[in-house]
């Protein structure tokens, strides 16, 4: 059994308290949510029509070129809609089908593949990174031999928040990136403390090359995105380009969002970020993370990563629904592990130049919930917590602000 070193256990997400993982390879889980059970039964339509609603005034009072949402529950697909356009000079409107970078919400792909490798005993959590990977270096050669892939997959490796990003940001290719890894400063041991990686993390891709044969990318395809039905969802920016509709990325420019063309640098290291999905693709991604579609993601595989693996204080500051609501925040396999003021949540954002994205899942009552948008807007992140209050039966907060855009005009 590998090791897991949260800093403070967290309960199991609620819906799979009642699964055995005792004889499966994972990381050790959590004690069982003891309000499990207790929810009321709730049926999403009316917020989902309401949240339909407030996107159009977001992309309307906000100003933004668009988004695109979508509501699951119970497996299925509640509501998935455009709203805006694809782009701010001709004006194509965004629909379900419409492809944007979904950014960081990639590596709950990452995550969900390798503890598919895992099961299949072709790889493993504990597995030194450099076991696969001989050439692989850090500044104190210590810890590069004792980095795990559970290790880089939660953000343990012991280097600095986002080691090397700017580097990235300047276009330089991965693998230099990689040999350069080495010169920055090791903060604690690996396995030891939080910090959120991309071109540490991104080494899972040269991994799974290393134990399959097979390019990373390729893997998930077929893995993942042919056996879900997810057939718009692509890597890479070429590929981003070749969609039938895709919305082009936006960037703020003389006080107008302007478009302009999806930088390559973040499609570098495609674990961390290199994924392209239309809303659709995301609706059918939240449904089998929930537990529908155990043909091809387990029940225990599941309960994997979706465990806490490593405490993350930095999530419970910033924008002030995190700072009012979260209780606690940890970090599993590519996806976050929240307590929504005192609910579980699993959660992923996203970030690259032009595109936002934001998905959760609120196992309690079996929804889901996925946004998506082209441009580098705040305002459409007010949403999620609009949503997760009224199905958590929360005091309600104006967490959209209209009237704050109002005075911005």
Known sequence: MPRTRAAHPRPLIAWLCAIAIATSTAPAAHAAN??????????????????????????????????AIAVVQHGKLVSARGFGVVSSTDRQPITADTTFRIASLSKSFAGTLSAMLVRDGVLAWDA?????LPAFKLADMKSAENLTVLDILSHRVGLPYNALDRSLEADEPFPLLVAQLDQAPVICAPGDCYAYQNIAFSLIGDVVFAVTGDFFY??????????????????????????????????????????????????RV???AGVNASINDMALWLIAQSGHRPDVLAPSLLATIHAAQVRTPDQLRGSRWRRERLRDAHYGIGWRVLDYAGHPLL??????????????????HDLGVV?????????????????????????????LEFERFRKLR
């Open 128 to 132: 030194h990174i450099n076991t696969y």
């Open 218 to 267: 390729h893997q998930v395809e077929k893995r993942l995105f042919h056996p879900l039905g997810m057939h718009g969802a692509t890597y890479g920016r070429d590929a981003l380009e070749a969609s039938a509709s895709w919305a082009r990325p936006h960037v703020r420019s003389r006080g107008r969002w302007s478009p302009v063309r999806a930088k390559e640098t973040y499609y």
């Open 371 to 399: 946004i998506l948008w082209n441009s580098e807007s705040g305002a459409p992140a007010g949403l999620l917590p609009t949503l997760l209050d009224s199905a958590l039966q929360l005091p309600a907060s104006d967490w």
């Open 347 to 364: 959660y992923h954002a996203g970030a690259v130049q032009g595109y936002r994205s934001i998905m959760a899942i609120v196992p309690e």
């Open 34 to 67: 003891p309000h499990a059970g207790e929810a009321k039964p709730y049926a999403v339509q009316a917020d989902a029509n309401r949240l339909q609603r407030l996107a159009k005034r977001v992309v309307d009072e906000a100003r933004i070129p668009g988004l």
């Open 270 to 272: 495609p674990p961390a």
